[in-house]
Every structure is written in structure tokens, then in C-alpha cells.
């Protein structure tokens, strides 16, 4: 993503797309309801919190690769 673009989005010139909301939020290493500024973010599945760090960077690497699977 160009440097200007991100200018535009802070500034409010120009509001991201789905898409680039969601690679912001993977490079920030951030939810996206985090970048929307929503005070309560979601979880991706019931108990999420209930699992570490370790457990949900496993699941989300298995999502990662399905998804690349599909393309």
C-alpha cells in the first residue's frame, strides 16, 4: 500500500476498502474493529479468548493457508 494512500485514509480525505482495511490490521498485527476504532472487538469463534496466544496463532496460520489454498 502506497505511503500517500494511508495519508489520505488518516487525514480523511479517502475512506480504505475492505481490502486494505484488512491488510492495515494484518501488518499492524491489530483487529480490524481496532482500526474502526469500535470499542468491542469480535471474536472469530465461540471461547476464542478461552485459548493462548500460541492456540490462536495456530488456528489463524490454518486459516492463512486454506485460504491461500483457495486461490
Given at each position: 500500500?502506497?505511503?500517500?494512500?494511508?495519508?489520505?485514509?488518516?487525514?480523511?480525505?479517502?475512506?480504505?476498502?475492505?481490502?486494505?482495511?484488512?491488510?492495515?490490521?494484518?501488518?499492524?498485527?491489530?483487529?480490524?474493529?481496532?482500526?474502526?476504532?469500535?470499542?468491542?472487538?469480535?471474536?472469530?469463534?465461540?471461547?476464542?479468548?478461552?485459548?493462548?496466544?500460541?492456540?490462536?496463532d495456530?488456528?489463524?496460520?490454518?486459516?492463512?493457508?486454506?485460504?491461500?489454498?483457495?486461490?
Open positions: 500500500m502506497q505511503p500517500s494512500a494511508i495519508a489520505h485514509f488518516e487525514a480523511g480525505r479517502r475512506k480504505p476498502s475492505f481490502d486494505n482495511v484488512r491488510a492495515l490490521a494484518k501488518a499492524l498485527h491489530v483487529s480490524a474493529d481496532y482500526l474502526l476504532g469500535t470499542k468491542t472487538a469480535t471474536t472469530a469463534f465461540r471461547d476464542e479468548e478461552k485459548l493462548s496466544t500460541r492456540d490462536r495456530f488456528i489463524q496460520n490454518l486459516i492463512d493457508t486454506m485460504i491461500k489454498d483457495k486461490k
